[in-house]
């Protein structure tokens, strides 16, 4: 068969940190792929792990992670957060490289509030392009570049399946972290409001994209919090086990190529 083939890591907040789990294994089990496509927590750690990050080291960090360290909260003009603590913790962990310098190519997706339009990075600052990926509306202050005015990938591409055929991909393997069994909404703070209004909002579209996959994963992880990034080794750990059960589909689907 050959072509090129897609690993699509979607949005999520806390509960994308089972995406470690899902390439940890895929690693393991020499599951090969051509590139990543990532929104919001799907690009973070897709574009992380294309930089060369250990993905064990990487879940052992996000365990111990003070969020302290990463929340500049400030008095709400366009965010709760003002992201400057978060450029720099990015700046680090991609360690300040550029698109041109991944181990493979990453495609991060932003939306522009200005044109209503997704956007999709593949070249400067791998940091800066997961900053706008990840800024939730309300919560982290806009990206703002060459006119556009850039807040999350998940406001207009929850699981950016459509992406990774526009860049080649004949096979894709997508992993969604928020439709899968067991979803539990929780509302305790302004967080759950703003993630579980999206969620809502991509409900739709998500029905339509997610059978151009050819193999979809759904860890179970819609019992957690969008905030739960302290519970990373139970998250990671439901990635891993989603990813083995399907082993054999991914093999199949990468055999030929």
């Not at 690009?43 to 080291?57: E, H, K, N, P, T």
């Not at 202050?141 to 998940?154: F, Q, S, T």
């Amino acid at each position: 068969m050959g072509g090129k083939t897609a690993v699509v890591l979607g949005a999520g907040s806390a509960r994308g940190l089972a995406h470690i789990g899902v390439l940890q294994v895929l690693q393991e089990k020499k599951i090969d792929f051509d590139f990543i496509v990532g929104s919001s927590m799907g690009a973070m750690v897709g574009s992380i792990y294309a930089c060369g990050a250990d993905l064990y080291m990487l879940a052992g960090m996000a365990d111990q992670m003070d969020k302290n360290v990463i929340m500049d909260v400030n008095i709400p003009r366009l965010g709760f957060i003002a992201g400057k603590k978060v450029s720099a913790f990015l700046e680090l962990l991609t360690k300040r490289k550029t698109f041109a310098e991944l181990d493979f190519p990453v495609y991060v997706v932003a939306t522009d509030l200005i044109s209503g339009q997704r956007v999709v990075f593949e070249e400067g600052s791998v940091a800066e392009a997961v900053r706008a990926s990840i800024s939730v509306p309300g919560i982290f202050h806009p990206v703002r570049k060459e006119g556009m005015v850039l807040v999350d990938g998940a406001v207009t591409d929850r699981l950016p399946i459509e992406v990774a055929r526009m860049k080649g991909a004949s096979k894709v393997i997508a992993v969604d972290v928020t439709f899968g069994p067991g979803k539990v909404v929780k509302i305790n703070n302004t967080l759950d409001v703003i993630a579980t209004s999206l969620d809502i909002l991509q409900k739709q579209q998500f029905d339509h994209i997610q059978p151009q996959a050819d193999v979809l994963l759904q860890p179970a992880v819609g019992n957690f919090a969008s905030q739960d990034f302290d519970r990373c080794q139970e998250l990671v750990e439901i990635g891993r086990q989603t990813a083995l059960d399907h082993l054999d589909e991914l093999r199949a689907l990468t055999a030929a190529r």
